[in-house]
């Protein structure tokens, strides 16, 4: 497809150019295999020169009136809204997602462009009183200079724009670093949509390449003042440790071992839509997915029932054709990773409702129950269409459940008594929860992020600000200070 082939190239100062490295990136549909494109890989010396053009041109744009750096957001809102059929069908293409999908990301996208147009007028300035009636505190907000973003696969699009448009509207310069199974719609895209709103060159950069060519130079070389990444808490961990021994700031949106809770008030059949959907949205790959189904054992047999038989009669297919509910994995070596644990549980005591079959990147969903109570499953993040249903005797015990996770990033409550659903939300420890609502959300001015080891920072609205920002205090004295000396 032209579209990618056009795009398979590094953009660093304004200038689209092959990598330097000794091997390529191949971008495969992982539906049929067809082969999208092939990238040489971005050096270390390559990072080096896109961190190097950011620090000069993020003077510039820094110091550019935030009302004039916004009408770059409203260009590219433009432009998306006008290639929408396009962008829906390089996210079939590239990541396997659904129409459905699309449809959700591009939405988001747009949603996320708006408010990049307002972040830019958000930082303020502040003057604090003084014990010295005569000096003056002035408190200004400032960009942090260049911010490294990497991204996942899941969402690429969104979850590197959400990341990249904030940062530049509040005067940043950036270099982003797409997950090399979406080295377009993560990368490159994003390059090729801003250069046509009319950023000037250098604000922002790509590099389309892998830790086994580059090891981590994108986030110890001393530019970057802020690493956002957003992937598994197994990298993140690296991540965290590496930033913190050179002194950067860390945004880190890691996994999720989310919980959706059915108690005994429940509406079971919303709570079913809403867990279907919680579970098996972009076929599980979400770090908000409901994992975990509680459900209060009085109303366990109807539920149970009512799940698997929508779970059942989802689509499993071609993510171009509407009728298609779940999609490919992202590649076959994922779809093997969730066989593995599916025959692993059900090997260890299990028991499948539905099993689904694995051909290729496809994999049907699964619905387990009768886990063990020590079983490493619930404890762990399943990045694909597995549910677990999970039951429970009482609000004690769902609490308790609910909890019993090394992760807090999203989660929902099912109830006909609102103030009880709010009441349990805050008995989790969880960055987010939802009251009769499904566990997959994002808006642009709520903060975005999760405890433990989801996550550390928060994402969007006034939470961008802070993640992209630093503050300055600068005194005057109008009168005369005293020196003991």
């Avoid at 644990?341 to 260890?348: M, P």
């Avoid at 990147?361 to 549910?387: K, M």
Wanted: glycine residues 8%; negative net charge; contains cysteine.
């Amino acid at each position: 497809m032209s579209f990618f082939t056009d795009l398979a190239h590094q953009y660093i100062d304004g200038e689209w150019k092959a990598g330097s490295g000794s091997w390529d990136i191949i971008d495969f549909n992982p539906y049929n295999g067809e082969k999208l494109a092939s990238i040489t890989v971005a050096t270390a010396d390559e990072v080096d020169q896109a961190y190097r053009a950011a620090e000069r041109a993020q003077k510039a744009w820094g110091a550019t009136n935030p009302y004039a750096r916004r009408t770059v957001f409203e260009r590219a809102l433009r432009i998306v809204e006008d290639r929408e059929e396009e962008i829906s069908e390089a996210i079939v293409a590239e990541l396997g997602g659904t129409r459905l999908k699309a449809a959700f990301e591009i939405h988001l996208t747009k949603e996320f462009l708006r408010e990049a147009v307002h972040v830019a007028l958000q930082p303020e300035g502040r003057i604090l009183p003084s014990p010295d009636g005569t000096k003056e505190n002035r408190l200004y907000r400032v960009p942090v200079g260049v911010v490294g973003v990497i991204s996942p696969f899941n969402f690429p699009l969104l979850l590197s724009l959400k990341t990249v448009a904030p940062a530049l509207a509040l005067g940043n310069a950036v270099v982003l670093k797409p997950h090399q199974n979406t080295p377009v719609m993560g990368g490159s895209f994003l390059a090729k949509l801003f250069e046509e709103a009319g950023l000037p060159a250098g604000v922002l950069n790509v590099v389309i390449t892998d830790i086994a060519e580059i090891g981590d130079a994108f986030i110890e070389h001393p530019v970057p003042s802020v690493i956002s990444f957003t992937g598994s808490d197994r990298v993140g961990r690296h991540v965290g440790t590496v930033c913190a021994s050179h002194f950067k700031r860390s945004i880190l949106e890691l996994g999720g071992n989310s919980a959706l809770v059915v108690l005994d008030d429940a509406d079971i059949d919303y709570a079913v839509d809403a867990a279907v959907f919680s579970r098996f949205v972009h076929q599980g790959q979400v770090c908000m997915a409901a994992n975990r189904i509680l459900v209060d054992r009085s109303l366990e047999a109807e539920f149970t029932e009512k799940f698997v038989a929508k779970v059942a009669s989802l689509n499993v297919g071609d993510p171009a054709d509407p009728a298609t509910h779940i999609g490919p994995l992202i590649n076959s070596s994922q779809a093997d990773a969730v066989t593995k644990t599916v025959d692993q549980a059900v090997a260890a005591g299990a028991k499948a409702l539905l099993h689904g079959s694995t051909e290729g990147s496809l994999v049907a969903p699964t619905v387990l129950t009768d886990l063990p109570a020590d079983s490493p499953l619930l404890h762990q993040e399943i990045f694909g269409p597995v549910a677990l249903l999970v039951p429970f005797e009482g609000e004690e015990d769902a609490v308790r459940i609910a909890n019993d996770t090394p992760y807090g990033l999203s989660g929902a409550v099912h109830t006909a008594d609102i103030e009880r659903g709010v009441r349990f939300a805050r008995r989790v420890n969880s960055g987010m929860f939802h009251v009769n609502d499904g566990t997959v959300h994002d808006e642009p001015i709520v903060p975005f992020g999760g405890e433990k080891h989801s996550g550390v920072g928060r994402l969007n609205g006034e939470s961008t600000v802070e993640a992209f920002t630093t503050q300055t205090w600068i005194s005057v004295q109008h009168g005369r200070s005293r020196f003991p000396f």
